[in-house]
T-cell receptor
Framework: QKEVEQNSGPLSVPEGAIASLNCTYSDRGSQSFFWYRQYSGKSPELIMFIYSNGDKEDGRFTAQLNKASQYVSLLIRDSQPSDSATYLC????????????FGKGTHLIIQP | GAVVSQHPSRVICKSGTSVKIECRSLDFQATTMFWYRQFPKKSLMLMATSNEGSKATYEQGVEKDKFLINHASLTLSTLTVTSAHPEDSSFYICSGILSGPYNEQFFGPGTRLTVL
């Protein structure tokens, strides 16, 4: 069974610091990895995806992938209070019409 | 990113009535759409996978006769909650897959259902 694990938190980070969110997955054949942000009462919003080992940067966000360790992370630089949300890690393992396997999310709190 | 819309965004109904929720992919064709339910402060729960032109695939524990899904076109899937009861009150979210090398999944804004 495909599993995606995240620490539920809450993870509390001071404003301006780097927030580091981690995720591990069980299916070694997984192909694409996604990070979603979900504000309370809203639907998830895709922030980034990564499919190759290494780092991928987009503005203040950096996704990191290590397939050997089955580990993916999201770094948020210069954290802002508006970054406070639940961050969902999701993994695509192929299969055409198959969807993503989601983790339960990490609740991030940026302290002003 | 691709855009998915849902309608209505919020609905309040009486117990025993049926409610239809529409999910549309606005700028892409979604052969596959997904329906999720989320209770307050809980994780997303996948209810069913909706494939255009075929029957939906329901997750274990989800009653297919209660949650009717129709995916009649590449841009529209509907979820009908039949004979709704207060315990069906929840946040219902659909998503569509942008077919391609990465299969990104984009979510609609969600529909908040309250059954009185």
């Amino acid at each position: 069974q495909k599993e995606v694990e995240q620490n539920s938190g809450p993870l509390s980070v001071p404003e301006g610091a780097i927030a580091s969110l981690n995720c591990t997955y069980s299916d070694r054949g997984s192909q694409s990895f996604f990070w979603y942000r979900q504000y309370s009462g809203k639907s998830p919003e895709l922030i980034m995806f990564i499919y190759s080992n290494g780092d991928k940067e987009d503005g203040r966000f950096t996704a990191q992938l290590n397939k050997a360790s089955q580990y993916v992370s999201l770094l948020i630089r210069d954290s802002q209070p508006s970054d406070s949300a639940t961050y969902l890690c999701a993994v695509y393992s192929g299969g055409g019409a198959d969807g993503l396997t989601f983790g339960k999310g990490t609740h991030l709190i940026i302290q002003p | 990113g691709a855009v998915v819309s849902q309608h209505p965004s919020r609905v309040i109904c009486k117990s025993g009535t049926s409610v239809k929720i529409e999910c549309r992919s606005l700028d892409f064709q979604a052969t596959t759409m997904f329906w999720y339910r989320q209770f307050p402060k809980k994780s997303l729960m996948l209810m069913a996978t909706s494939n255009e032109g075929s029957k939906a695939t329901y997750e274990q524990g989800v009653e297919k006769d209660k949650f009717l899904i129709n995916h009649a076109s590449l841009t529209l899937s509907t979820l009908t909650v039949t004979s709704a009861h207060p315990e069906d009150s929840s946040f219902y979210i659909c998503s569509g897959i942008l077919s391609g090398p990465y299969n990104e999944q984009f979510f609609g804004p969600g529909t908040r259902l309250t059954v009185l």
